[in-house]
Each structure stands twice: as structure tokens, then as C-alpha cells.
């Protein structure tokens, strides 16, 4: 039976998959590189892939069976090109595609492209497995579609995995949001706030808890004010000196059907713009 493979089919199809399997690479491990070099990585792999695919065939052709085909020195050093070819051509995708700070950060790189490509081989297998069953013919899965499938397992596990931590941080974080009300004379603001377990800013001379609001947001709420403290931080890195805090007539943060009540709340200016998640303006004392 003669069988037709064209390359331009072939790498029409692996430019898409390359494009996909790069792209899902850089939002998991928020990898720095734009759509252009995604591109360009793409086809590289892509026309490297159908070279090699036309390059096996032809091995496949001139010798009596399929190239690393039972034991012998020829077979195991024609399995270990196509893998080196195989390293090689990925390899070079992460080049073009990505720019890396490191070499851990490119081997990291490096074994995600490649379970992601197992993991894919592995759906496509049992797809077309379950295809057949649908069709009644009898299911067969290949020798060469057992390791995906495999992967294909290994890599459903640790997709419910990472499903069920991305839900129970997201809850977390969820839990933490609050609807926050500064009062000072006859001004009120509202903004979004966040429990923050770990501040620990507090008046060194009265020992108050110290809340920390957006600058803007701050002004807002009193725009004059009579006394202002001073109060000193550090950050993490080492820096900080002092923020400046007021205190203010109310504050209240609710979430759902809990409320929270500070009563002349002692709330000091961020340094900058405060910039959070889902446009938090308010730090609470946690």
C-alpha cells in the first residue's frame, strides 16, 4: 500500500502545535517573549521537524525495517541522533522563542516543552484510541503511544493538582478582600481592602495598629489635617524610613455578612501608588 505524507501539511501543523505548546510554556512559567519570537521559534521548530521527519523516512526506506528497530550498535545510535536531533530542535525554539536569565531557568524551560509535547502526543493517542472504539473497531493502542498515554495520566494528576491549589490560594485570597469605608468629619471614601496578616506596623509611642491606605485615597478622605505621625517602617530589601499616618474618625471593612469596626483607626500614606491585586487601595491591619 503506498502512503502519501506531504510536508507542507506536516508543517502547517506542527507550526500551530509549536505555537500553542510555546505559548501555554510562557503564561505557566511566565517566561519573557513576545508573540513575534513565539513565531519565529515556531517555525524553526517546525521545518526542523518535517526535516527530520523526511530525513527518518528515507533511513526507513533503505533498510529493512523501521530505523532503531530491534538490538545491534546501528539501531541504538540512530535512536540516539533522533534524540539528540530531538533536544536539538527544542532547544533552539527556547532560544528563538524566549530570553532566559539563566541556565536553570532554560532547563526548566527545556523539560516543560518536552512533557507538554509528551502530554499532548499522549491526548491525541487516546483520542483517536477512543475514536476507534466509538467506530467498533477493535482498540489498539501502539507501543510508541503507551509512554504519552502515560504522560498523559502523570500529567492530569498534577493538572488537578495545580487546579486545586490555584482554587484554595484564590479562596484564601478571596477571604482576605474587604469592602472598606473611611470616614474623617463629614468626608466618606470607599475603596477595596485587603487583611494584610503581615503587617506589623505599629505607633512606637502609642503601640496603635497601623493601616496603611493609597496616598490619593488618603488625601481624598482629609485633605487638612491638624496632627500627623510619624511612623517607622522597613521593607523587606532593607529600605523604608517613615510614613506618614492620621488619624481618622472611622473605618469600617466588611466582607459578606462580617463587619469589622476601627474607631479612630490610625491610617498612614503609602509611599507611592499602592498597587494590588483587584484594585486594593487599603491595607488592614492584620
Known amino acids: 500500500m503506498e502512503i502519501k505524507i506531504y510536508l507542507d501539511v506536516l508543517f502547517l501543523t506542527d507550526l500551530i502545535m509549536d505555537l500553542f505548546l510555546l505559548w501555554l510554556l510562557r503564561m505557566i512559567l511566565k517566561l519573557k517573549g513576545t508573540w513575534i519570537r513565539l513565531a519565529a521559534g515556531s517555525a524553526a521548530g517546525a521545518f526542523l521537524s518535517a526535516l527530520l521527519f523526511y530525513l527518518w523516512l528515507t533511513i526507513a526506506c533503505r533498510s529493512s525495517g523501521p530505523p532503531g528497530q530491534g538490538a545491534g550498535t546501528g539501531g541504538f545510535l540512530v535512536m540516539a541522533g533522533w534524540m539528540a536531533a530531538v533536544l536539538g530542535v527544542s532547544s533552539l525554539m527556547l532560544l528563538m522563542a524566549f530570553s532566559f536569565g539563566n541556565v536553570r531557568e532554560f532547563l526548566r524551560a527545556e523539560a516543560g516543552l518536552l512533557f507538554a509535547a509528551a502530554l499532548t502526543e499522549g491526548i491525541l493517542e487516546w483520542g483517536r484510541t477512543a475514536w476507534l472504539a466509538l467506530k467498533g ?127 479612630r483607626p490610625l491610617v498612614a500614606a503609602s509611599p507611592g501608588k499602592l498597587k494590588m491585586k483587584n484594585g486594593c487601595r487599603v491595607l488592614l491591619h492584620g
Open 137 to 263: 473497531e477493535p482498540m489498539q493502542m501502539s507501543a510508541l503511544g503507551l509512554l504519552p498515554g502515560l504522560f498523559f495520566l502523570a500529567g492530569g494528576c498534577f493538572l488537578a493538582e495545580g487546579l486545586w491549589k490555584l482554587v484554595h490560594v484564590a479562596a484564601g485570597e478571596r477571604s482576605c478582600h474587604y469592602q472598606v469605608t473611611l470616614v474623617c468629619g463629614e468626608n466618606t471614601v470607599r475603596a477595596e481592602g485587603f487583611l494584610d496578616t503581615g503587617n506589623r506596623l505599629k505607633d512606637p509611642v502609642s503601640g496603635k495598629p497601623v493601616h496603611v491606605a493609597d496616598r490619593q485615597l488618603l488625601e481624598a478622605v482629609c485633605p487638612k489635617v491638624d496632627k500627623i505621625s510619624m511612623i517607622p517602617y522597613r521593607t523587606i530589601d532593607g529600605g523604608g524610613m517613615f510614613l506618614k499616618a492620621v488619624t481618622l474618625d472611622r473605618m469600617e471593612a466588611s466582607q459578606g455578612g462580617r463587619l469589622l469596626v476601627y474607631e
